[in-house]
């Protein structure tokens, strides 16, 4: 059974920081992409960040892009996303998901989800 735990989310203010931390157990020795969701109060989850198996590869949506940095530790079952310059628009449950293939910006190629974790930035 895979399982993915997300920690790190919380209060912050706008132009502040989160790092966003993702642990994976459970039949890791398969290869795997891992990306990062967010839901916001009746919106639909949307694609944040993805990043390959081997980290070289990594993909933004356009609201985040230069201001989020998707990475992966040594110990390569473990994930983070690292968010600047928050706004109050980044507020929102974030979710990791791994996609056992190729990295994927849509929401239901991802087989397995973790629990997610709030982020909120106040204004």
């Known amino acids: 059974q895979v399982q993915l735990v997300e920690s790190g989310g919380g209060l912050v203010q706008a132009g502040g920081s989160l790092r966003l931390s993702c642990t994976t157990s459970g039949r890791t020795f398969s290869t795997y992409a891992m990306g990062w969701f967010r839901q916001a109060p009746g919106k639909e989850r949307e694609f944040v960040a993805h990043?390959?198996?081997?980290?070289?590869?990594?993909s933004y949506a356009d609201s985040v892009k230069r201001r989020v940095t998707a990475s992966r530790a040594i110990a390569r079952n473990l994930f983070y996303l690292q968010m600047n310059s928050l706004k109050s628009d980044d507020t929102a449950v974030y979710y990791c998901?791994?996609?056992?293939?190729?990295?994927?910006?849509?929401?239901?190629?991802?087989?397995?989800w973790g629990q997610g974790t709030q982020v909120t930035v106040s204004s």
């Open positions: 998901a791994r996609r056992d293939s190729t990295p994927s910006k849509v929401v239901d190629e991802y087989d397995y």
């Open positions: 990043i390959s198996w081997s980290g070289g590869s990594t």
